[in-house]
Structures are given as structure tokens and as C-alpha cells.
């Protein structure tokens, strides 16, 4: 069955640090799609970025950057110099095919990240 | 461009009332998705529409849940009757055809008393 286990439930840094989300995913499909999610105390998920599987480059964005790595099945997220703006709760997911071609999200548990100035 | 809109925002109710949520996904999204997010956990799919129809609504608990886009744009999802164990965030997502990424609204926060 596919899962999502994002182990780090709580993460607590001051600002100016590093720090890195880790994404353990399961599915025996060989096309899927990965993604990480953002979502601030206003409850709205952000859209982060999206990974399919047969893409293992890295990613770097400003001060974010993915590590997708298919031999242990994980996605990882690293915010570089994080700052107080970066508190939220991010998710990592899933998108795995299902008849009729249709992808359904799987979501993990969440992290909650809060940086402290 | 405006993104997923959903209305209320809040909503308190007590057991055994009806509700219901209101979203209107982004222009052009042609598929729109409901999910549930309990405390503490990641979102999980109720219903997902292609247009006007429901191609999967397999996580939907029917006997007191239900929901409509009657012209393939917004869409309503009703409970009733409401139960304690209802209380939730209820977030509305929409897709462009194709794509694998879907656009999340803001959610409605319901607390059932």
C-alpha cells in the first residue's frame, strides 16, 4: 500500500539555522509523483514542488532545496538560514495512479517547524 | 489570478445540525477535490470531481455526507446530521486537467459541540 511517514513530528531551531524535513514514502508503482506542502497558521496549503519518479535532480529555490533520493525511497526538505516566516506545519505527499488514470494525494502526518528569532 | 475560495471559514454547530461548505476552485480547474484534516494529521481525500461528475468518492461516509457541483465549477459538501467526531478542517483543492498538482483553499475550521 502506499504511505507517506514524515517521522519529525515537532522540529524547533532558532532562526539563521539549518534544517532538514525528512520524507520516507512506499508505493510499488514506478511512475508517482512527490510532492511537499506548506501550511501556515492560516490553514491553506502552499504548494511547494513537485518530483515525479523518474526526476532524481536535486532542487534548490532561494533558501529551499529537495533531496530525492529513489534507492531509500525518501524526499527530503532542507530550508537553508531558516527565518521566523518559515514556521508552519509542511507535508509531504504522495500522488499515486489508480484506475482510470486519476492520482489521489497521500499525505503524511505532517512536521511542524518553528523557528525561533 | 484568484485561488480556491471557500466559505465560512468557521463554523460552530451542535450535534445532530446540518452544514454545509462552499468552494469555488481557481478558473480553468476542471478538477476539484474535497479532503478532511483531522488534528494533527495530514489531509485525506473525501470526494474528487472531474467536471460535474464524481470519480471517486470512496472515502465519503454517504449516510450523512454529501456533495454536489451541479455546473462543474463551484461545489457544496453537506453534512447532515453532524456528529461530534465531524470536527475537522474541510479543504477544497482544484487541479488543471492533466496535472498532478492541485491548488489547496484556505479550509472551513468546523467544530461540532
Known amino acids: 500500500a502506499q504511505k507517506v511517514t514524515q517521522a519529525q513530528t515537532e522540529i524547533s531551531v532558532v532562526e539563521k539555522e539549518d534544517v532538514t524535513l525528512d520524507c520516507v514514502y512506499e508505493?510499488?508503482?514506478?511512475?508517482?509523483?512527490l510532492f511537499w506542502y506548506k501550511q501556515p497558521p492560516s490553514g491553506e496549503l502552499v504548494f511547494l514542488i513537485r518530483r515525479n519518479s523518474f526526476d532524481e535532480q536535486n532542487e534548490i529555490s532561494g533558501r529551499y532545496s529537495w533531496n530525492f533520493q529513489k534507492s531509500t525511497s525518501s524526499f527530503n526538505f532542507t530550508i537553508t538560514a531558516s527565518q521566523v516566516v518559515d514556521s508552519a506545519v509542511y507535508f509531504c505527499?504522495?500522488?499515486?495512479?489508480?484506475?482510470?488514470?486519476?492520482?489521489?494525494?497521500?499525505f503524511g502526518a505532517g512536521t511542524r517547524l518553528a523557528v525561533h528569532p | 489570478e484568484a485561488g480556491v475560495v471557500q466559505s465560512p471559514r468557521y463554523k460552530i454547530i451542535e450535534k445532530k445540525q446540518p452544514v454545509a461548505f462552499w468552494c469555488n476552485p481557481i478558473?480553468?480547474?476542471?478538477?476539484l477535490y474535497w479532503y478532511r484534516q483531522n488534528l494533527g494529521q495530514g489531509p485525506e481525500l473525501l470526494i474528487r470531481?472531474?467536471?460535474?461528475?464524481?470519480?471517486?468518492d470512496s472515502q465519503l461516509p454517504k449516510d450523512r455526507f454529501s456533495a454536489e457541483r451541479l455546473k462543474g465549477v463551484d461545489s457544496t459538501l453537506k453534512i447532515q446530521p453532524a456528529e461530534l467526531g465531524d470536527s475537522a478542517v474541510y479543504l477544497c483543492?482544484?487541479?488543471?486537467?492533466?496535472?498532478?498538482?492541485?491548488?489547496f483553499g484556505p479550509g472551513t475550521r468546523l467544530l461540532v459541540l
Open positions: 470531481y472531474e467536471n460535474e461528475e464524481a470519480v471517486d
Open positions: 505527499a504522495l500522488s499515486e495512479p489508480f484506475s482510470g488514470g486519476y492520482n489521489k494525494l497521500i
Open positions: 478558473s480553468g480547474h476542471n478538477t
Open positions: 508505493t510499488r508503482d514506478t511512475t508517482y509523483y
Open positions: 483543492a482544484s487541479s488543471f486537467p492533466g496535472s498532478e498538482t492541485q491548488y
